[in-house]
């Protein structure tokens, strides 16, 4: 009884105060223990904060045991990234409600939206044992965002707001600032999104491959050593956070790289300091190891249908349930299907900034953007692809998104080839050759090369479909598949007319997230490249955006970032959304195409239902994968 009264006790001291009393009596992970008894590593209770974060698992997730490893499989080597966005240990962190909350910070407070006032957890550290300190913001923002060797472009432009840069203050050892004269909306969701703004490095160990800390005859040496270019580059190759290419590194997530590259398999390991615990006492994560294997792409759902990994929805696509539902049994998993996040499955760009000017000046009349969409048949698309369980949509919020309305979705995403033919007609493309096919003004055929990244069969068979319908409206559509990066290329260059690619990548936004997917300020939109490039470089490279409605949006962008309050931000988003969703600024196809997921039938806290998604969920991260555990 007197155990039963302090359990509550604790639990009731968790509740009110979100930590763990001094008191508690953690558990050591078994995988550990040897390695304490050696005193190789200092017991559990030396190893966590001393505020660690308490997270409570109800409904089907329940509190776990230790042991196990977590099979994932991959088709890149570079995919490695991935545990990264898995793992999901941020400053700030989304909920499963997508609500921000602190996690590596024990706290944070922010006044008139501009003024942001971190607190660290007293007693954490890096996955080395080394103190994780206000030194680690210190060295990263005065020994690498402001070295002009490290980074000659400036600061990120989620922290300069109006041109100016905050001020930046150490308060003490567990307490960093972050001052602005105006509001920055963008800085936190920065920080928990799938690639994190970083704001801090482990200069313990990075100062030995950095100039200031180093004599030039010894920085030289390593320089040569390395075969890096200069120092510059060395300390660039050894502090790659995101990419987990250099075990050696120090980080916070619950799981370490100890697998140099390259290689086909990497181990990833349980991090002793990680700051996580459950309600139990049990440092999370529950599982002990992660194992990566690289494997051809194609190959992938095979060897998940074989059993042989545990969590499993990279490159997985709808076309292969059949195939890993009839495995079920003979896998000893589970298939479920998870909703996908992004606003549409794949998106039709055109080029607004292509090199070719007829085509150029074609493609910005937005009614030739609305033929070419009311032109496609998504219906068909979605019977023939996808099972008929999925959604005809523009580029936009999903369904289920308090954003979302159906004039957005239904914008311009119906089938009527007879409209979009007497469009196509009065905008002066009534003369053919031939073979049917309308002729620019120019005289030449109007045959559209799309480029794609060549990365599914999925890509193919719907664009297929596109060309059938388009060629009964006169235009003739070629697929040029290339590699990513040459594909990107293509696009960013101006030589390429029109792309394909997945939609916006978050589909369930809220009115405190950045509406920039729909806005002009990143070259990796598709649909207008170069305009993008000359709001990320500051005006240097690119092009201005020079169509009025696009204006309005890079504008009304400007609006939101100095917005205050959810009411007045959730308007600016919908305006953006009617002006993207009326110009068609890319073309949406299908949305709501369900998320495969193989989950092993041994693996608890996996949710049943989830949404699978780049932004804002990073995949499985919010539903926290340390709490995942092998019964």
């Not at 690498?144 to 000659?152: K, Q, S, T």
């Not at 998104?401 to 311009?412: D, E, F, M, R």
């Not at 809220?510 to 649909?527: K, V």
Request: charged share 25%; glycine share 8%.
């Amino acid at each position: 009884m007197n155990k039963l009264i302090r359990l509550n006790i604790l639990l009731i001291s968790i509740a009110i105060l979100g930590i763990a009393p001094s008191s508690w009596a953690y558990s050591e992970p078994d995988s550990l223990k040897e390695l304490v008894a050696e005193k190789q590593l200092p017991p559990v209770s030396e190893r966590l904060p001393s505020e660690p974060s308490v997270v409570t698992l109800e409904g089907e997730r329940t509190p776990g045991r230790y042991g196990g490893t977590l099979r994932l499989l991959m088709g890149k080597k570079k995919d490695i990234r991935l545990m990264t966005v898995y793992s999901y240990a941020r400053l700030v962190a989304f909920d499963q409600d997508l609500e921000m909350k602190p996690d590596i910070l024990l706290d944070f407070d922010v006044k008139d939206g501009r003024v942001f006032t971190f607190t660290l957890r007293k007693g954490h550290r890096w996955s080395d044992g080394e103190p994780f300190t206000s030194e680690a913001f210190r060295y990263y923002w005065e020994d690498v965002l402001n070295n002009e060797e490290l980074h000659p472009f400036g600061l990120p432009r989620e922290l300069v707001v109006d041109g100016q840069p905050p001020v930046f203050t150490v308060i003490d050892d567990q307490t960093i600032r972050y001052e602005w004269d105006v509001p920055n909306p963008f800085l936190l969701p920065a920080l928990a999104a799938p690639r994190p703004l970083y704001l801090y490095a482990p200069g313990h160990y990075l100062q030995q491959f950095h100039a200031r800390y180093n004599d030039p005859e010894v920085i030289a040496a390593k320089v040569e050593e390395a075969g890096t270019r200069n120092w510059a580059g060395l300390h660039h190759r050894r502090n790659h956070p995101y990419k987990n290419d250099n075990p050696a590194l120090p980080i916070l997530q619950p799981w370490v790289n100890s697998t140099k590259p390259p290689a086909e398999r990497y181990v990833f390991k349980r991090n002793p300091y990680f700051h996580r615990v459950d309600t139990n006492g049990l440092q999370l994560p529950y599982i002990d190891t992660v194992s990566m294997q690289i494997t051809s792409s194609s190959l992938v759902a095979a060897k998940a249908g074989a059993g042989e990994a545990d969590l499993q929805g990279r490159y997985i696509r709808l076309d292969n349930y059949t195939f890993l539902k009839g495995g079920e049994e003979r896998g000893d998993y589970t298939l479920r299907l998870w909703q996908n996040g992004a606003g549409s499955q794949y998106a039709l760009y055109p080029n607004l900034n292509s090199n070719n000017p007829i085509w150029r000046e074609l493609v910005r009349q937005r009614e030739f953007r609305h033929a070419l969409s009311i032109g496609i048949n998504r219906h068909e698309i979605n019977q023939v692809i996808y099972f008929g369980l999925a959604e005809a949509t523009g580029n936009t919020v999903l369904p289920g998104c308090n954003l979302h309305t159906n004039a957005y979705q239904s914008s311009w995403s119906y089938f009527d080839l007879d409209t979009a033919n007497e469009m196509l007609d009065a905008l002066g493309l009534n003369q053919r050759d031939n073979r049917g096919i309308r002729l620019m003004k120019n005289g030449e055929p109007l045959e559209i090369i799309l480029h794609t990244a060549g990365e599914g069969t999925e890509e193919t068979d719907i664009l297929e479909l596109i060309g059938e319908s388009w060629r009964k409206l006169g235009i003739m559509l070629y697929v040029k598949a290339s590699q990513r990066e040459v594909f990107r290329e293509r696009v960013f260059s101006g030589d390429a007319m029109m792309a394909m690619f997945n939609g916006i990548d978050n589909g369930m936004p809220t009115g405190n997230m950045s509406p920039g997917e729909f806005a002009p300020i990143d070259q990796t939109q598709l649909q207008w490249p170069k305009w993008g490039q000359y709001f990320q470089t500051r005006k240097k490279v690119g092009e201005a955006p020079d169509i009025k409605e696009a204006q309005e949006l890079l504008a009304l962008y400007y609006q939101w970032s100095k917005s205050e309050g959810l009411e007045e931000r959730e308007a600016i988003w919908h305006k953006m959304l009617k002006i993207y969703s009326e110009e068609v600024f890319s073309i949406g196809l299908i949305c709501g195409v369900p998320q495969p997921v193989v989950v092993n039938n041994h693996l608890r806290n996996v949710p049943k239902e989830g949404l699978y998604s780049w932004t804002p969920t990073a995949f499985f991260g919010v539903y926290r994968p340390d709490t995942f555990w092998f019964e």
